[in-house]
C-alpha cells in the first residue's frame, strides 16, 4: 500500500475536479484524484462533439455557482481549458488512466484498489464517476454483426450516411444537427414533442424540420432492429420500416451499481443512498455530480456538490 492520503477522489470530471480544488482551497493538500481515462473530463471529452456550444444552465437547470470556479458559457473547448487551468494551478496529484474498482473500509482508512493491482490509503473518498462510463442501451436487442455501425458518440461518423439519431433531449437535438450538415438524419424520439429543451436548441430543431435537414420521427418508439448487407433495418412500432447506414443513441448514462456495491454503497431508486451533505451510508464516503442524479444533471450542480463537500468536510473536522 501507497503513501496515505487525506482526500481520494475517484473520477477527475467536473465534479471530481472542483471537490479537489474547494478542499484544496479549503486548507486540504494532501489530496489524489484518480481517472481512469488518458485525460481528465472524459465524458465531455468524448461525448461533445467539437465546439459544441456549452450552456452552464443545461437542460434548464437554473444553478448559481456557490464556489470559487468561475465557469460560464462557453464551448467544449473553453470548458478544458478551464478545467486544464484549474489543474495546472493546484498541487494536488492527478493520477490519470487508473481506473478504480473497489473501495474497502478499514480502521486506518479506506483502501482504494486500482487496475494497476496497486492500492492507496485515504481518510475521505469522493466518488464523482458520472453515468456516461455506461451509456443507456436500448431495452431491445441489438444486432451483434452492426456494432461498429451502432454508437453512442459522434467519434465513429463518416460522410454521407442515413443516420437515425434515437433521444430527445439537448445531446440528442445537438448531435442531429451537428451531423445533418453532412449526413442524412433522421431524429427519432417516443415521445410527440420535446421538454426541457435549450431554447436554442428548441430553435434549431424546429427550423432544421421545417426546412426538411432533418427528418422527424417522433411519437413513435423502435421495436426491432435487424442488420442485412450493411443496412441496420429499423422496425417502428407504426408499422414503418426504414433502412439507415448507422443509429446514435443519445439517451443518457446509467447509475454504476457494480462499483456502488463493490465500494458497500446502498443504492436507492437508481442513485447512490446519500444525505444532505452528499454522504453515503458509509461515514466519509461521499457521491457528487451526476452519479447523484437519477438523470439530467450539470457541471454547475458538480461544482456546486464539490464545494459542498469540501465544506463539510473543513466544518465538521472529517479528515
Ligand atoms: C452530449 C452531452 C452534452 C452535454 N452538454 C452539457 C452542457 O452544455 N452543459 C452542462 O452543464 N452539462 C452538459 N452535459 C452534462 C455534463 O457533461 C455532466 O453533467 C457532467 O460532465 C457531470 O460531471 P461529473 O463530474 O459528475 O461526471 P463526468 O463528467 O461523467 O466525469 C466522470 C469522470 O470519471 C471517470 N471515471 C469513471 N469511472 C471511473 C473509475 N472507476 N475510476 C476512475 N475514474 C473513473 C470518467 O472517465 C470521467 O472522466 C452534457 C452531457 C452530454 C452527454
Known amino acids: 500500500m501507497n503513501t496515505p492520503f487525506d482526500l481520494a477522489i475517484i473520477g477527475a470530471g467536473p465534479a471530481g475536479i472542483a471537490t479537489a480544488v474547494e478542499?484544496?482551497?479549503?486548507?486540504?493538500?494532501?489530496?489524489?484524484?484518480?481517472?481512469?481515462?488518458?485525460?481528465?473530463?472524459?465524458?465531455?471529452r468524448k461525448y461533445y462533439k467539437d465546439n459544441?456550444?456549452?450552456?452552464?444552465?443545461?437542460?434548464?437547470?437554473?444553478?448559481?455557482?456557490?464556489g470559487r470556479i468561475a465557469f460560464v458559457d462557453g464551448t467544449k473547448e473553453s470548458t478544458i481549458d478551464l478545467f486544464d487551468t484549474l489543474l495546472a494551478n493546484h498541487t494536488f496529484t492527478l493520477q490519470t488512466q487508473t481506473e478504480i474498482f473497489k473501495v474497502v473500509r478499514h480502521e486506518a482508512g479506506f483502501e482504494i484498489f486500482t487496475s494497476h493491482g496497486t492500492s492507496h490509503l485515504a481518510k475521505a473518498v469522493v466518488i464523482t464517476i458520472g453515468r456516461m462510463g455506461k451509456p443507456n442501451k436500448p431495452t431491445y436487442?441489438?444486432?451483434?454483426?452492426?456494432?461498429?455501425?451502432?454508437?453512442?458518440?459522434l467519434e465513429f461518423c463518416s460522410l454521407?450516411?442515413?443516420?437515425?439519431?434515437?433521444?430527445?433531449?439537448?445531446?440528442?437535438?445537438?448531435?442531429?444537427?451537428?451531423?445533418?450538415?453532412?449526413?442524412?438524419?433522421?431524429?427519432?424520439y417516443r415521445r410527440n414533442a420535446f421538454n426541457r429543451l435549450n431554447p436554442t436548441n428548441a430553435r434549431d430543431i424546429e427550423a432544421y424540420f421545417d426546412r426538411?435537414?432533418?427528418?422527424?420521427?417522433?411519437?413513435?418508439?423502435?421495436?426491432?432492429?435487424?442488420?442485412?448487407?450493411?443496412?441496420?433495418?429499423?422496425?417502428?412500432?407504426?408499422?414503418?420500416?426504414?433502412l439507415y447506414d448507422r443509429i446514435i443513441y443519445a439517451?443518457?448514462?446509467?447509475?454504476p451499481s457494480g462499483f456502488l456495491d463493490s465500494c458497500g454503497v446502498l443504492i436507492e431508486k437508481g442513485v447512490p443512498l446519500y444525505d444532505e451533505n452528499y454522504q453515503t451510508n458509509i461515514p466519509?464516503?461521499?457521491?457528487?455530480?451526476?452519479?447523484?442524479?437519477?438523470?439530467?444533471?450539470?457541471?454547475a450542480l458538480g461544482l456546486n456538490h464539490g464545494?459542498?463537500?469540501?465544506?463539510?468536510?473543513?466544518e465538521n473536522h472529517r479528515l
Open 23 to 44: 478542499a484544496y482551497a479549503l486548507g486540504i493538500e494532501n489530496i489524489i484524484l484518480f481517472e481512469k481515462g488518458e485525460n481528465h473530463n472524459m465524458t465531455i
Open 52 to 66: 459544441k456550444r456549452v450552456d452552464k444552465d443545461w437542460q434548464g437547470q437554473k444553478v448559481e455557482i456557490e
Open 141 to 153: 436487442a441489438l444486432p451483434a454483426k452492426a456494432k461498429e455501425r451502432i454508437n453512442f458518440t
Open 160 to 188: 454521407d450516411e442515413t443516420i437515425l439519431v434515437v433521444g430527445g433531449g439537448d445531446s440528442a437535438i445537438e448531435y442531429a444537427v451537428e451531423l445533418s450538415h453532412k449526413n442524412h438524419i433522421t431524429l427519432n
Open 212 to 242: 426538411g435537414a432533418i427528418t422527424p420521427r417522433l411519437g413513435v418508439d423502435i421495436e426491432r432492429v435487424e442488420y442485412e448487407e450493411g443496412k441496420l433495418e429499423v422496425f417502428f412500432t407504426d408499422g414503418q420500416t426504414s
Open 251 to 255: 439517451i443518457g448514462g446509467t447509475t
Open 284 to 299: 466519509n464516503i461521499f457521491v457528487a455530480g451526476d452519479i447523484t442524479q437519477e438523470r439530467g444533471g450539470s457541471i
Open 307 to 314: 464545494k459542498r463537500i469540501a465544506n463539510y468536510l473543513i
